[in-house]
């Protein structure tokens, strides 16, 4: 970061950033917002939830900006409705459901407004239901025709080797087909390759018409890092691995320690009144 650089955008992550474990949105989150607008930054959110797990967070933020669901999966207004979408190939999603069963994950299939499962009482279902805030379906099986409308696939283990070993993989069997990457430690998530983190910047900034290198990144897990590598100012949140916090520019506090909030004025509040050199 440089004493020149322009912040007019910032594209924050939700859960492990935004949001503290309990998911919760502290009044200090809430009044770094209120900051960024008062001094004309934008606030943009990205997240691996469906933008219906996301509804909560309009209002108290205020958005006004598009918002990136399904790590870029389907972009809404703030009102919810379809901006853009990007659905998985048909023969593809099939494929990363056979390789997640075969390496034992359960299956979540995301449609842009459904959310299949086997077993509503299969591990992370409830504490996920809590989170969206709105119920799974369960279903016997995903048929073609639901896969053919697949936005995004979920594997989901507490095994976490056995989560890394279906990602490297599905990685490996989908290649340049689909986007594999962990949302969380316990979640593979397979999207369309233009849905993840770093083509939502790339998004935004032709749609708000704002320079990547004038858009600040927040975030804490690996799918976070394609995001940092398209922006001009990269933060990693403090309880961010290792490996995520070495490819961030900056490191804030953790998220139970309101990172979030100490990253806006520290880091990003501070470039909001920078202007341009003249040439």
């Known amino acids: ?20 474990g309990d998911k919760i949105l502290t009044e200090e989150a809430k009044a770094a917002c209120r900051a960024l607008r008062q ?18 967070l309009i209002e108290p933020l205020g958005l006004q900006e598009p918002i990136a669901g399904f790590n870029g999966g ?13 659905c998985l ?12 069963l075969a390496h034992g994950l359960d299956v979540w299939v995301y449609t842009e407004q459904e959310w299949l499962v ?33 936005v995004k696939i979920v594997g989901v283990s507490d095994d976490l080797d056995r989560v890394a070993a279906c990602e490297a993989a599905t990685d490996r069997a989908l290649g340049k087909r689909a986007s594999a990457t962990r949302s969380q430690a316990y979640f593979l998530d397979v999207t369309h390759p233009e849905a993840n983190k770093g083509a939502v910047v790339v998004t935004l900034s032709k749609r708000l018409d704002i320079p990547p290198e004038e858009i600040a990144t927040i975030g804490d897990m690996p799918n976070d890092v394609l995001m940092f590598h398209k922006s001009g100012v990269s933060i990693a949140m403090g309880n961010a691995s290792d490996a995520v916090r070495a490819q961030a520019g900056l490191v804030t506090d953790s998220n139970e320690n309101e990172g979030f909030a100490k990253a806006v004025r520290r880091f990003v509040l501070p470039l909001a009144a920078v202007r341009e050199r003249a040439p």
């Open 1 to 20: 970061m440089t004493g020149q650089r322009r912040i007019r955008l910032l594209l924050s992550d939700v859960d492990g950033t935004l949001v503290t």
């Open 39 to 56: 001094a004309g930054i934008s606030l943009a959110i990205v997240s691996s939830r469906p933008p219906r797990g996301l509804r909560m």
């Open 74 to 86: 389907v972009f809404v207004n703030p009102d919810l409705s379809v901006i853009a979408s990007h």
């Open 89 to 100: 190939d048909g023969a593809t999603a099939r494929q990363a459901v056979t390789i997640m």
């Open 118 to 150: 086997r077993d509503r009482a299969a591990p992370r279902v409830a504490r996920e239901e809590a989170t969206l805030q709105f119920d799974a379906t369960r279903v016997a099986d995903f048929p073609d025709a639901v896969l053919a409308q697949a």
